[in-house]
């Protein structure tokens, strides 16, 4: 199967890292198997050829994720901070 950049609306990653879903213009979904060692290059390859790049929930995921990925803290962090501001800022009245 032969895909020209233009058809790919979406690219979805693949639980587990293992490659992308392919959301097509005919509203075809193709299931791509990419080495993890060539995740990240076919990434950049897609961003630069104007393909959005998404979570399986739909989210945009963009370069920065991989910076997010790499910190094994960066979860336990985020949701202190975001308790701390959710008690900072609720109303209690």
Same mark, same amino acid.
């Given at each position: 199967m032969?895909?020209?950049w233009g058809e790919i609306?979406?690219?979805e990653r693949r639980v587990g890292r293992?490659?992308?879903f392919f959301h097509l213009m005919t509203g075809e979904r193709v299931k791509v198997c990419v080495p993890r060692a060539q995740l990240r290059?076919? @990434?950049r390859q897609l961003? &630069?050829?104007g393909v959005r790049i998404v &979570? @399986?929930?739909g989210a945009v995921i963009d370069e920065s994720q991989y910076a997010k990925e790499a910190d094994g &803290?960066?979860?336990r962090r985020s949701v202190a901070e975001y308790r701390m501001g959710v008690r900072q800022w609720s109303d209690d009245g």
């Amino acid at each position: 199967m032969a895909l020209a950049w233009g058809e790919i609306l979406s690219a979805e990653r693949r639980v587990g890292r293992s490659g992308f879903f392919f959301h097509l213009m005919t509203g075809e979904r193709v299931k791509v198997c990419v080495p993890r060692a060539q995740l990240r290059p076919f @990434e950049r390859q897609l961003r &630069d050829a104007g393909v959005r790049i998404v &979570d @399986e929930y739909g989210a945009v995921i963009d370069e920065s994720q991989y910076a997010k990925e790499a910190d094994g &803290d960066f979860v336990r962090r985020s949701v202190a901070e975001y308790r701390m501001g959710v008690r900072q800022w609720s109303d209690d009245g």
